[in-house]
């Protein structure tokens, strides 16, 4: 079983930069694809990004546009949101998931792992 805890969230001005940390615990994440999804308040949750921890492969989401990357450090087993250029409709819990994968990262995937959430407030 594969534990998550995200941290980095809080609140940033428009415009501004936040690094997101999701820490895997339980078990190496090899062959599994990683990733963030989001959920702001009475909309659905979306995915945002994701990556392969084998195949380094990643995936965006088109809202994302080019403005974040994201990572996976084997080493430390902790997956990375890098977000710039924030805007207050990206204000959101994020999450961090994981799912075995043998052919690289879907933002469609199956993940089976969830964290408990970071939130992401962007405003003045």
């Known amino acids: 079983q594969v534990q998550l805890v995200e941290s980095g969230g809080g609140l940033v001005q428009p415009g501004g930069s936040l690094r997101l940390s999701c820490v895997a615990s339980?078990?190496?994440?090899?062959?599994?694809?990683v990733a963030w999804f989001r959920q702001a308040t009475g909309k659905e949750r979306e995915g945002v990004a994701c990556v392969h921890s084998a195949y380094g492969n990643d995936a965006f989401a088109d809202f994302v546009e080019g403005r974040f990357a994201i990572s996976f450090d084997t080493g430390k087993n902790t997956m990375y949101l890098q977000m710039a250029g924030l805007k207050p409709e990206d204000s959101a819990t994020y999450y961090c998931?994981?799912?075995?994968?043998?052919?690289?990262?879907?933002?469609?995937?199956?993940?089976?792992?969830w964290g408990q959430g970071t939130q992401v407030i962007v405003s003045l």
């Open positions: 998931a994981s799912g075995r994968s043998w052919h690289g990262c879907d933002l469609k995937g199956r993940y089976d792992s």
């Open positions: 339980g078990r190496n994440l090899d062959y599994y694809q």
